[in-house]
């Protein structure tokens, strides 16, 4: 029996405990500089490959794939999110799709409600006041935000992620309604209002909270006239994928004072963002961050591992297949 180790690509570093793991059992392509690899790199690198290990933000698009040695049997994103592989396109080529499902629910649940709660409570224009050692002392009025206790959450996408912000927000008093594109069980539903139309439920989102998977129909799916469809004073929270809403939409809303505020911690473009978001002092921002402590970039890694070694070590069926 032949002790060579599969070939597998890592686009990025991964976590200590992963890329270990990752470099005992492979043979494998790193990427020193951490940097996204544009198409021709990938190309190159990935000659001679089993397994590709990517991320979020790689372009495994259709003209990538077919540069694809014959070779690659199977890419293992390091993420939940897929749509940066064209799933179509790796399914024509035989290649299996993984992701990983479920480490990620509470570390993205726990940054919507840091999103949620900074721009509620003005926590950029304080931390930049402080900063700025602009902070002339205590007044009545100074920063004042929306209350959060007793207001509703509209919650659109209520898979794992969602139904895990709904248990954060309600801790803090708040109400919940949801869309998705399934009722969830009572069990599941722990009272939360369900709105078959997601537009239905727009006009009882004291804060809306975006948690559902980017797809040919939810792309700029919050756009003007759904943001007008919100109370006066809502703030959306983003935690999803950046093209969900139309940004020149968002920041619009924002400048008019139809929303409050705005918390995103995901971007159209990213890294690049609309400028115009970091002229609203009110905005609270982060460079997608949801899934970013050691435990569950850790988890992510080993659930991209199992995928891949049970492939290519062992011949299995990988357990977070997705095509
Ligand atoms: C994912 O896994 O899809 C996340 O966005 C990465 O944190």
Same mark, same amino acid.
């Given at each position: ?108 649940? $726990?940054? /919507? @409600? ?8 003005? =926590?950029?224009? #304080?931390? *930049?006041?402080?900063? &700025? ?113 139309? $940004?020149? /939409? @968002? ?8 929303? =409050?505020?705005? #918390?995103? *911690?995901?971007?159209? &473009? ?54």
């Amino acid at each position: 029996m032949s002790d060579r180790k599969p070939r597998v690509l890592a686009t990025r570093l991964f976590p200590p405990a992963v890329q270990a793991r990752l470099q005992a059992n492979f043979d494998a392509v790193l990427n020193p500089d951490d940097v996204v690899y544009d198409a021709d790199r990938l190309a190159q690198a990935i000659a001679g490959c089993e397994g590709l290990m990517c991320a979020a933000g790689d372009p495994v698009n259709a003209a990538a794939i077919a540069r694809f040695p014959d070779s690659l049997r199977i890419i293992a994103t390091f993420s939940v999110g897929y749509e940066h592989v064209d799933v179509a396109a790796a399914t024509k080529r035989g290649i299996v799709v993984t992701n990983t499902p479920d480490v990620l629910t509470d570390a993205t649940a $726990d940054v /919507a @409600l840091l999103c949620l709660l900074g721009a509620a409570r003005r =926590a950029q224009e #304080g931390i *930049d006041m402080l900063r &700025g050692r602009r902070w002339i002392g205590w007044a009545p009025t100074q920063l004042m935000g929306t209350h959060v206790t007793g207001k509703r959450l509209g919650i659109l996408g209520m898979g794992r992620i969602g139904q895990a912000v709904a248990d954060r927000a309600r801790a803090f008093g708040m109400t919940i309604h949801y869309s998705n594109r399934k009722r969830l069980s009572p069990e599941e539903e722990k009272g939360a209002i369900f709105h078959a139309d997601p537009e239905a439920m727009l006009p009882h989102c004291d804060f809306l909270s975006l948690n559902c998977p980017l797809t040919a129909e939810t792309r700029k799916w919050l756009n003007q006239a759904r943001i007008a469809r919100l109370p006066d004073g809502a703030v959306v929270v983003n935690t999803a994928r950046g093209p969900v809403v139309d $940004d020149d /939409a @968002l920041i619009a809303a924002v400048r008019s004072g139809k929303l =409050a505020s705005v #918390g995103l *911690d995901v971007f159209d &473009g990213e890294p690049k963002l609309h400028p115009g978001y970091l002229d609203l002092p009110n905005a609270f921002l982060l460079p997608h961050m949801g899934s970013a402590t050691l435990e569950t970039r850790n988890a992510m890694g080993f659930r991209a591992l199992d995928n891949l070694e049970a492939l290519l070590l062992r011949g299995e069926t990988p357990p977070h297949r997705v095509a």
